[in-house]
């Protein structure tokens, strides 16, 4: 008997038009040169938002695209989530901004929600409980960071690495008699939140002159409290340890072998965390989603932004079943399964 | 245990050639001993011999010698 169902029916993205390039990092690194970037991290431009350019503006513009396109259209939109660790303030929430700029319903719900690179996952989880308990029936699900402006300049190996950007995602209640979005898997390790860290601007330390002090924390590099911090070596070390366990976990609660999976989009964190994480869990490359070239690693929004870049290529066709894995900044992570309909709706 | 092909690939990551990559090499800023290396490094050790070490681990050496023992010591336990 078919029920409501909670199910993707739109993704768009959207990026800062300020592009970094490689030959620029390499300018400034000194130690490798532009190819070399190219080769470690897969990306030849990351976008960087401008001063006044905050997550809340690229998330806008995301959404508008969906509009524009006859996606759907403001009215129809009944819940909101937003999802993002750069925030336009403390208060009020982010996701009321954008209720009020986008010319959404008043009788809307709306709210904000932080997390990183597994964002989009727990993203679709909420999403699919307001819509299948009947809370929402068209629901906007917007992922935006600009983790860029935490970066100090002379610290190469992020700024090589993560780049601004937005994707916002329709989901829509439907009447199909499949599972278009789940089962889920989830998971949490408190332990590792000083691997990758803004320590200072929350209460816990709020911003002053001492939390604005730059050292230096190797050679070349400065960093004050107030910038990110990411131990990538001990990040790369929890992926090893958890992304597989993770992709079992999703199999087994789905009954399905890794054969059976038509796509993989992972958390796009680098090429070679990727290719590493690829190869040795064996899947096929044809069947594992690389969109690094053109934007980084643009944390919450880094899956939907493949999702999209996938379904436009026709990676991911009519009836596929695609899993999604994120992880990292939490440490954080999660697991979706999702099948695409029979009939094309994107 | 065959570590030849393995010190094969260090010599390429550390871009020198494969017969001055002794157990005598020096990992440290020098030589680019930085994270994203080590990240590659962690990445042919576990292709290679598959052992998984943390970033901790990897950042006590400070010589292939070093390296060498770590897996040893990892295959053991």
């Not at chain 1, 130690?31 to 001063?51: H, L």
């Not at chain 1, 982010?94 to 964002?119: K, M, V």
């Not at chain 1, 990676?315 to 899993?323: A, D, E, L, N, T």
């Amino acid at each position: 008997m078919p029920r409501i169902r909670a199910q993707i029916t739109a993704i768009k993205s959207h990026v800062p038009d300020l592009e970094i390039g490689n030959e620029v990092l390499a300018a400034s690194h000194g130690k490798w040169d532009a190819e070399t970037i190219y080769e470690k991290t897969g990306i030849s431009v990351r976008r960087v938002s401008r001063d006044n350019e905050c997550a809340s503006d690229l998330g806008i513009a995301a959404a508008k695209k969906l509009f524009d396109n006859g996606d759907c259209s403001p009215g129809d939109i009944d819940f909101l989530l937003f999802c993002t660790q750069t925030p336009d303030y403390f208060l009020p929430a982010t996701a009321c901004l954008i209720q009020d700029r986008l010319g959404l319903r008043q009788n809307c719900g709306a709210l904000d929600f932080n997390l990183g690179c597994s964002g989009f996952v727990y993203g679709l989880a909420l999403a699919k409980g307001l819509i299948e308990t009947g809370s929402a029936t068209k629901l906007l699900l917007i992922t935006a960071d600009t983790y860029t402006k935490f970066l100090h300049p002379s610290d190469f190996g992020v700024r090589a690495v993560f780049g601004d950007g937005a994707a916002a995602t329709v989901i829509s209640g439907t009447n199909v008699d499949y599972e278009p979005i789940g089962p889920f898997v989830f998971g949490t390790d408190g332990t590792g939140a000083p691997q990758l860290i803004v320590p200072a601007g929350g209460m816990r330390m709020p911003p002053t002159q001492d939390t604005a002090k730059e050292s230096e924390v190797e050679p070349g590099v400065f960093r004050s409290a107030r910038n990110l911090y990411m131990n990538g070596p001990e990040i790369f070390y929890f992926t090893l340890k958890t992304v597989p366990n993770l992709v079992n976990g999703l199999l087994t609660k789905c009954g399905m072998k890794l054969d059976d999976v038509d796509y993989f989009v992972f958390h796009q964190a680098s090429r070679l965390v990727l290719d590493h994480l690829q190869k040795k869990m064996k899947i096929p490359e044809e069947k594992f989603s690389m969109n690094l070239e053109s934007c980084g690693n643009t944390v919450s929004s880094a899956i939907p932004m493949a999702l999209e870049a996938s379904l436009k290529k026709g990676s991911i066709r009519q009836g596929f079943k695609v899993m999604l894995v994120g992880f990292g900044v939490g440490y954080s992570w999660g697991a979706a399964m999702i099948q695409f309909p029979e009939k094309d709706i994107l | 245990m065959d570590f030849e092909p393995f010190l094969k690939e260090l010599a390429s990551l550390f871009s020198v050639p494969p017969e001055e990559l002794t157990e005598n090499f020096g990992l440290d800023p020098n030589t680019n001993w930085d994270s994203l290396t080590i990240i590659s490094m962690m990445a042919l050790m576990d292709d290679h011999f598959e052992v998984e070490v943390s970033g901790e681990q990897l950042r006590r050496c400070v010589s292939v010698g070093d390296v060498l023992r770590l897996i040893e010591l990892s295959k053991e336990t």
